[in-house]
């Protein structure tokens, strides 16, 4: 595992700032697989290194689109099998609804404390904030030093690649 190069797939900018963070190895490119065609995910992957053994794919995603879009699901799914048939060593990162929702699941907190800590009053304003902050993984400790982020019950749905299921807890982290 010591020469692999680890990718991170990411829907969003919380996922991207969270993962920097969280100091995490990796380089994290935003792409939802529920959202794109194994033509446009072959494109991007030509950029990649040709030893696919050597190349880590942790996939970020959300459950709450999957479970409530067939087609989004059946697309995800797709995109997943086309990935592993082609080699690559991928972790699947599966977030309890979504990033918000994560958050409130993985450190057992109520919105309104997740609020407070990032002085948000609403979703949006969570966001800005939480992207804003400089030390965002501090503040989430401070909350709760033991949480179990995408620790979440895997959903039905990907029962499949249950074996490809991932936990924060054993992602490569940078070195102090």
Known sequence: MKNNIVYYFVEGECEDHFIKHASLMGRIIKLDLSER????INKLLTNFPRNKKHIVLNIVFDTDVLINDRSKLEKFITNIRFLKKG????KLLQQHK?????LLYSL??????LFEKFSARNDREFKQNFIADK??????????????FWSSEHIYELTEFENLMCKF???TKKPQ
């Open 135 to 148: 030390k965002p993984y501090t503040k989430l400790q401070e909350i709760n030093p033991d949480f179990l």
């Open 87 to 90: 080699g690559y060593i991928l």
């Open 98 to 102: 979504n990033f918000e929702e994560e």
């Open 169 to 171: 807890s054993s992602l």
């Open 37 to 40: 065609n194994e033509a446009q």
């Open 108 to 113: 057992r907190v109520n919105k309104q404390r």
